[in-house]
């Protein structure tokens, strides 16, 4: 189609406006279903440049947003793409998208009212208008339910941005953003703002670098390797062959059919399983590491056995090597045998929260063999609880998992895959139990497909990998197009987000967070730290101590 026909053209304006005057700046030339064409005066948006008004000087821009009346009410769009008009220097072509629309102000003539939605499109020739900073408060202004500011909206210097606190988690949302945006503050910024709403929630973040501890230190409970004592027994079937199971291709499942029988026979003999009428390999009922390896070692000397000794040797080794390697302590410790479940789960739930509302799961000093097991189960618990806590008074978690492209990545080979399973069936069925899951990575392309389309709410702030824009582009919403497009434009600490937890799409610059909440995840100064001389004998023999006990 040419859009540079002769019969539609939008005449610039032969004389300077004065900039008191905020007139249309163009016209709807071609009205298409959620998006539509518009035709720009390149003059008119020159002369607003200098308006004092942030947000009328930066009419036309890509990103920017413009409104067009319908009958009543206004009609509020996004600029997602300009191209000059070849046939008339003076105009400009632009692609937009529909927002939304409100109801105008009959003194002040601005919008108030906004909803998201189109009831009734523009015609061709509608005059379009630049929004105001105070179009802007009005639009973005949130509403009766419950929220949490977090930033300004871009380019307004003081409207406020808010998110939608239950849409938000009710439908699950991701933060993304390349190394060095300041994805790490974001994120502390956020939870920081939801603790302060809800000191009574329930939040379980997965940790894998340690920087959220420090800054969760008052609102929030943390454990690491000395506290979490992760019952070992908890694990459920699939768990425990990811980390005793050590064989590939047939051999892995003859070990795995063997470590069945016998790890049934070990939880058969706490006196729990009397009291339950159906025990399998996944009910978390506490057993005795010895009582499996001697059941291993009593089914080995049995001559009806179908295999040689060679799997049962396999298992019992790698469980003996497992129990005496003090790295695994803190999960496979003889001390964990009590059956400590509904402690641990009020510890690591915050049930109750007690004016702490965050767990920080740091695993970042775990052998890294076995984090992804601690990660599967730790997140099984949170889905397991909701499901077998349904008719009970409903106590909602949020799993916030931290490089979550580690956990669930797009290949399905290789080991980790437990992990795997449950965040994408957390994604696709948490909602209905009540568990919220947040996923923060700076490579959403490698996430499993699907599960970034099943967040409600993406804060995206700057992505330089072309594959990843694109990825994120295909999970978000159409009327968020516009904004897309400058995702590798964002600064530190600004963000797109669209979706379920804001009215509509918008970019933010987010609020500074205070020293004392902020991540350990700040950048070294070289320049600065190479000056610094003096004490590295020291330096050594302390980080050498902890290297050895592999502590911190």
């Not at 947000?55 to 821009?61: D, E, K, L, P, R």
């Not at 009734?120 to 973005?140: F, L």
């Not at 990811?242 to 070990?255: A, I, L, M, Y």
């Given at each position: 189609?040419?859009?540079?026909?002769?019969?539609?053209?939008?005449?610039?304006?032969?004389?300077?406006?004065?900039?008191?005057?905020?007139?249309?700046?163009?016209?709807?030339?071609?009205?298409?279903?959620?998006?539509?064409?518009?035709?720009?005066?390149?003059?008119?948006?020159?002369?607003?440049?200098?308006?004092?008004?942030?947000?009328?000087?930066?009419?036309?821009?890509v990103?920017?947003?413009?409104?067009?009346?319908?009958?009543?009410?206004?009609?509020?769009?996004?600029?997602r793409?300009?191209?000059?008009d070849?046939?008339?220097?003076?105009?400009?072509i632009?692609?937009?998208?529909?927002?939304?629309e409100?109801?105008?102000?009959?003194?002040?003539?601005c919008?108030?009212?906004?909803?998201?939605?189109?009831?009734?499109?523009?015609r061709?020739?509608?005059?379009?208008?630049?929004?105001?900073?105070?179009?802007?408060?009005?639009?973005?202004?949130a509403?009766?339910?419950?929220h949490?500011?977090?930033?300004?909206?871009?380019?307004?210097?003081?409207?406020?941005?808010?998110?939608?606190?239950?849409?938000m988690?009710?439908?699950?949302f991701?933060?993304?953003?390349?190394?060095?945006?300041?994805?790490?503050?974001?994120?502390?910024?956020?939870?920081?703002?939801?603790?302060d709403?809800?000191?009574?929630?329930?939040?379980?973040m997965?940790?894998?670098?340690?920087?959220?501890?420090?800054?969760?230190?008052?609102?929030?409970?943390?454990f690491?390797v000395?506290?979490?004592?992760?019952?070992?027994?908890?694990?459920?079937?699939?768990?425990?062959?990811?980390?005793?199971?050590?064989?590939?291709?047939?051999?892995?499942?003859?070990?795995?059919?063997?470590?069945?029988?016998?790890?049934?026979?070990?939880?058969?003999?706490?006196?729990?399983?009397?009291?339950?009428?159906?025990?399998?390999?996944?009910?978390p009922?506490?057993?005795?590491?010895s009582?499996?390896?001697?059941?291993?070692?009593?089914?080995?000397?049995?001559?009806?056995?179908?295999?040689?000794?060679?799997?049962?040797?396999r298992?019992?080794?790698?469980?003996?090597?497992i129990?005496?390697?003090p790295?695994?302590?803190f999960?496979?410790s003889?001390?964990?045998?009590?059956?400590?479940?509904?402690d641990?789960?009020?510890?690591?739930?915050?049930?109750?929260?007690?004016?702490?509302?965050?767990?920080?799961?740091?695993?970042?000093?775990?052998?890294?063999?076995?984090?992804?097991?601690?990660v599967?189960?730790?997140?099984?618990?949170?889905?397991?609880?909701?499901?077998?806590?349904?008719?009970?008074?409903?106590?909602?978690?949020?799993?916030?998992?931290?490089?979550?492209?580690?956990?669930?990545?797009?290949?399905?080979?290789g080991?980790?895959?437990?992990v795997?399973?449950?965040?994408?069936?957390?994604?696709?069925?948490?909602?209905?139990?009540?568990?919220?899951?947040?996923?923060i990575?700076?490579?959403?392309?490698?996430?499993?497909?699907?599960v970034?389309?099943?967040?409600?709410?993406?804060?995206?702030?700057?992505?330089?990998?072309?594959?990843?824009?694109?990825f994120v582009k295909?999970?978000?919403?159409?009327?968020?197009?516009?904004?897309?497009?400058?995702?590798?434009?964002?600064?530190?600490?600004?963000?797109?987000?669209?979706?379920?937890?804001?009215?509509?799409?918008?970019?933010?610059?987010?609020?500074?967070?205070?020293?004392?909440?902020?991540?350990?995840s700040?950048?070294?100064?070289?320049?600065?730290?190479?000056?610094?001389?003096g004490?590295?004998?020291?330096?050594?023999?302390r980080?050498?101590?902890?290297?050895?006990?592999?502590?911190?």
């Amino acid at each position: 189609m040419n859009y540079m026909s002769d019969a539609v053209h939008f005449k610039p304006a032969a004389a300077p406006v004065p900039l008191s005057l905020v007139g249309p700046i163009g016209i709807v030339f071609e009205t298409a279903g959620s998006s539509s064409k518009i035709i720009l005066d390149a003059v008119r948006l020159e002369q607003l440049g200098e308006h004092d008004d942030p947000c009328i000087a930066t009419a036309g821009q890509v990103g920017s947003q413009v409104k067009m009346r319908v009958g009543q009410s206004w009609l509020i769009a996004s600029i997602r793409a300009m191209a000059l008009d070849r046939a008339n220097d003076g105009t400009i072509i632009a692609d937009i998208d529909f927002l939304g629309e409100g109801e105008e102000e009959p003194v002040t003539r601005c919008i108030h009212h906004f909803r998201r939605g189109v009831t009734r499109y523009p015609r061709p020739g509608a005059e379009i208008h630049p929004v105001s900073s105070e179009d802007m408060r009005q639009i973005y202004a949130a509403d009766d339910k419950p929220h949490v500011q977090i930033g300004t909206v871009y380019p307004t210097a003081d409207t406020r941005a808010a998110l939608y606190v239950d849409s938000m988690l009710g439908k699950h949302f991701a933060l993304l953003g390349s190394t060095g945006t300041g994805k790490s503050t974001s994120a502390a910024l956020i939870l920081h703002r939801i603790c302060d709403l809800s000191p009574q929630g329930h939040i379980v973040m997965i940790d894998p670098h340690g920087e959220y501890g420090a800054a969760f230190a008052r609102n929030g409970a943390v454990f690491d390797v000395n506290n979490l004592a992760l019952p070992y027994w908890l694990m459920n079937f699939e768990e425990h062959c990811e980390v005793f199971v050590t064989s590939q291709g047939s051999e892995r499942t003859v070990d795995s059919d063997i470590l069945a029988k016998c790890l049934l026979a070990a939880r058969s003999k706490n006196r729990l399983a009397e009291s339950i009428g159906r025990l399998t390999v996944d009910s978390p009922i506490p057993y005795l590491l010895s009582d499996l390896t001697n059941i291993l070692q009593n089914e080995m000397g049995k001559l009806e056995k179908g295999t040689g000794t060679l799997p049962y040797m396999r298992l019992k080794t790698k469980i003996d090597e497992i129990r005496s390697d003090p790295r695994y302590s803190f999960m496979f410790s003889g001390m964990l045998v009590a059956d400590t479940m509904q402690d641990f789960l009020a510890k690591i739930f915050r049930l109750p929260s007690g004016g702490k509302p965050i767990s920080i799961i740091d695993v970042s000093a775990m052998p890294s063999d076995i984090t992804s097991v601690v990660v599967s189960v730790l997140s099984r618990l949170v889905f397991d609880y909701a499901l077998w806590a349904r008719d009970e008074p409903q106590r909602p978690i949020l799993l916030v998992c931290e490089e979550a492209h580690r956990y669930i990545p797009s290949t399905t080979a290789g080991s980790g895959q437990a992990v795997r399973r449950i965040l994408e069936r957390i994604a696709k069925e948490g909602r209905k139990y009540g568990v919220s899951l947040g996923l923060i990575t700076q490579r959403p392309s490698d996430l499993a497909e699907g599960v970034l389309s099943q967040c409600g709410t993406i804060i995206s702030m700057r992505l330089n990998n072309d594959r990843d824009q694109a990825f994120v582009k295909a999970a978000m919403p159409e009327g968020a197009r516009g904004f897309l497009d400058s995702i590798p434009a964002l600064r530190n600490r600004e963000a797109i987000i669209c979706g379920e937890g804001v009215a509509v799409p918008i970019r933010v610059a987010l609020d500074t967070l205070e020293e004392e909440r902020r991540p350990a995840s700040g950048d070294p100064s070289f320049t600065e730290q190479w000056r610094e001389t003096g004490g590295e004998a020291d330096i050594l023999d302390r980080t050498i101590t902890r290297w050895r006990s592999q502590g911190r």
